[in-house]
Antibody, heavy 125, light 107 residues
């Protein structure tokens, strides 16, 4: 059973770069069968998809964040990471990593299952 | 971006009630549509994928229907543990987007 766990600093200063890692167990990020996403949720608000990485290393980002986001993978550690630059208070949120399950083999369309437990990141000086 | 609009934003119902939550997309998304349940302090969990397929382990009182632009989540007999926020999500085109959520409370 695949499990995901986010890790990283809980406090980031404005204008700095937020860096988080998702460690995957029970499954491989190198598998062509799945993709791997980051999603965030500001306190008391809804969910926003940030972007994803494919087994090939290709990425797909939300245009609203694309200029500041980098998602990368480390197959040797079975981890994938999120970097968000030039953060402001508006980037404060619980950040989740999740596995993307394609609707069918070869499809780029997917649903999210499972999710990590989430990690709270606060942007403040 | 495709906008997902849920209704109602909140509702209160009694144990045993039949509950329906709806979600409308701003353009047709076929059946590339999913429902999630989020309990307080927890990560969302997949309930329904592809509009009507029940995720393994999810109680059969949950069901989903719809295609195109209009979708429905139904709980046939509300249980106390169903108190949560429910989100819809479209997977038709990136950026994937979610509804604003429906908060379900038990009377």
């Amino acid at each position: 059973q695949v499990q995901l766990q986010e890790s990283g600093p809980g406090l980031v200063k404005p204008s700095q770069t937020l860096s988080l890692t998702c460690t995957v167990s029970g499954g491989s990020i190198s598998s062509d069968s799945y993709f791997w996403s980051w999603i965030r949720q500001p306190a008391g608000k809804g969910l926003e998809w940030i972007g994803r990485i494919y087994a090939s290393g290709d990425t797909n980002y939300n245009p609203s964040l694309k200029s500041r986001v980098t998602i990368s993978g480390d197959t040797s550690k079975n981890q994938f990471s999120l970097k968000l630059s030039s953060v402001t208070a508006a980037d404060s949120a619980v950040y989740y990593c999740a596995r993307d399950v394609p609707f069918y083999s070869g499809s780029a369309r997917s649903w999210f299952d499972p999710w990590g437990q989430g990690t709270l990141v606060t942007v403040s000086s | 971006d495709i906008e997902m609009t849920q209704s109602p934003s909140s509702l209160s119902a009694s144990v045993g009630d039949r509950v329906t939550i709806t979600c409308r997309s701003s353009q047709s998304i076929s059946s590339y549509f999913n429902w999630y349940q989020q309990k307080p302090g927890k990560a969302p969990q997949l309930l329904i994928y592809a509009a009507s397929s029940l995720q393994s382990g999810v109680p059969s009182r949950f069901s989903g229907s719809g295609s195109g632009t209009d979708f429905t989540l139904t709980i046939s007999s509300l249980q106390p543990e169903d108190c949560a926020i429910y989100y819809c999500q479209q997977s038709y085109i990136t950026p994937y987007t979610f509804g604003q959520g429906t908060k379900l409370e038990i009377k």
